[in-house]
């Protein structure tokens, strides 16, 4: 859209008049262009028609996603409750690390009750969660856990989306695996339980009803295995659990993988910064374990996507079959790469063929990619910087990031 507009003015300023503008804009950007009669007048109004109509959807899009929220909220009350910065998370339970004992005695003589001390070894990580006073509220809970505990990091098990959805059954279709196989390596998934004709080595469950297919899980699992990953290990963090997704269930997911030996973790899912979160995605990347991770389907006007947001996680974004960016594509404080999320089929629950549409699918692909160059020995930086198509402004953009890898990969 950016290129278009500078086209245009380009064109207007070459051959109009300098003492008249209109204005076109974008976003909260207006831009003053010469007058150009009723030959390019035309044309203008409908690049203004465009950008407004992109602005409302973008609007749309953030008013969407904190109605999903409100709703989630509401209708698990027993189960959700929202932390002081208006984020779901799992009622009643704060979490903490770096706890001494004079602070933990502290606590608990204020009524905070330890549920769970948890050393997760893989990560180099201890853990405490705690339940709240009973009237106490999370955010109440949250502000006063932290002046009683000042040298700890408290924290709230926050609540992390799947970036996608399946749009439409179409008609079955054989599965086939790419032509090169990563065989050795290992890409680990955290997300929802596959469909179990997909070829996973196992599953574990890390949250209550785990281990059932879901939609969700069983698209990212079928789109690695038809780009070609042969070894596949899938966490479930959400199981029937209304509070799944939390950063507990993930962060144990991540502990449990790296153990498992996981080259490369994708992770198609969303949420908000969390220090427990990010000291789990540092600590397995000090490990050597490649994270790929999702921005989201909440437009650009949606707060920075967690996990992809953390330094050194790759994040994905996608674009349709014409290679355009989604619309709905959200946002992280970096981006590294695109690919195909749109136009593109997997397999449902029923192990149905369906096709879906998300930065969660593109992100698999991106992973599949990692883990074929780990399987040569190759810098997988460099591989995927070879194979980046450059899509928008030339370079590495906020749109694109550093170019479309897996061009065709998940199209029918």
Known sequence: MRSL???????????????????????????????????????????????????????????????????????????????????????????VMGADGASIAAAESAGYNVN??????????????????????????????????????????????????????VSARERRAASFTQAGVIVGMIDGAPHSSLTVENVQGFARGAGQASDHGSAVASLLESAGVSRIKVADVYGSDPAGGNVMAITR???????????????????????????????????GVVIVAAVGNDGPAAPPAYPASYAGVVAVTAVDRRERALIEAGRALHLDYAAPGADIVGLDRNGRTVRVRGTSYATPLVAARVSRALATRTNWRRVLDTEAVDLGERGPDDTYGRGLVCRGCGQR
């Open 253 to 287: 997911a991540m502990a449990w993988l790296v153990g498992e030996g996981a080259n490369v973790i994708t992770i198609s899912l969303v949420g908000p910064e969390n220090i427990v979160l990010a000291r789990a995605v540092a600590a397995a990347r000090q490990r």
């Open 116 to 169: 769970q001390r948890e050393q997760l070894a893989e990560l180099g990580l201890e853990v405490i969660t705690f339940s709240l006073p009973r009237g106490t509220s999370l955010a109440e809970g949250e502000r006063e856990l932290r002046d009683l505990m000042p040298q700890a990091e408290v924290t709230v098990d926050n609540l992390y989306f799947q970036a996608g959805g399946s749009t439409e059954t």
């Open 5 to 95: 507009l500078a086209l245009i003015l380009g064109l207007c300023a070459a051959i109009a008049p300098l003492h008249a503008y209109a204005q076109v804009g974008i976003g909260d950007v207006q831009i003053g262009v010469p007058r150009t009669g009723p030959i390019l007048d035309p044309v203008l109004d409908d690049v203004s028609r465009v950008t407004s109509r992109l602005d409302r959807d973008i609007d749309e899009l953030a008013q969407d996603r904190l109605r999903r929220i409100d709703r989630l909220v509401r209708r698990n009350r027993d189960a959700i409750e929202r932390d002081t910065l208006g984020n779901p998370a799992r009622r009643g339970v704060l979490v």
